[in-house]
Nanobody, 127 residues
């Protein structure tokens, strides 16, 4: 049974930082692409960061230089360090892992088209 459980969300002032975690179970995360998406009210879910199973990371332009994705394969956990947060970062953040073993889908791909398992989300509010 595949499960992704996010934690670490909360409320923070603009300029602050948060670290999100995603604990994976039911599969070996190191063999899969793992990603972070977010969805703000009234907007489409969008890709934020991706971590390939061989170590390469990619970021959406909106978060490049401020967010860092990392993984601890021993703990089967994905992280998202978010710095210099702005109100534009307010959203529900979702962890995702590809159903298949292979390359990450493009971050710009519509979330409805990516073949991933989803977590339940964690809310980030920046004021």
């Amino acid at each position: 049974h595949v499960q992704l459980v996010e934690s670490g969300g909360g409320s923070v002032q603009a300029g602050g930082s948060l670290r999100l975690s995603c604990a994976a179970s039911g599969f070996v995360s190191e063999r899969r692409c793992m990603m972070w998406f977010r969805q703000a009210p009234g907007k489409e879910r969008e890709g934020v960061a991706a971590s390939e199973n061989y170590g390469r990371t990619t970021y959406a332009d909106a978060v490049k230089g401020r967010f860092t994705v990392s993984r601890d394969n021993a703990k089967n956990t994905l992280y998202l360090q978010m710095n210099s947060l702005t109100s534009e970062d307010t959203a529900m953040y979702y962890c995702a892992a590809t159903v298949y073993i292979g390359a990450c889908p493009a971050l710009a791909s519509p979330a409805s088209t990516v073949d991933v398992y989803w977590g339940q989300g964690t809310q980030v509010t920046v004021s």
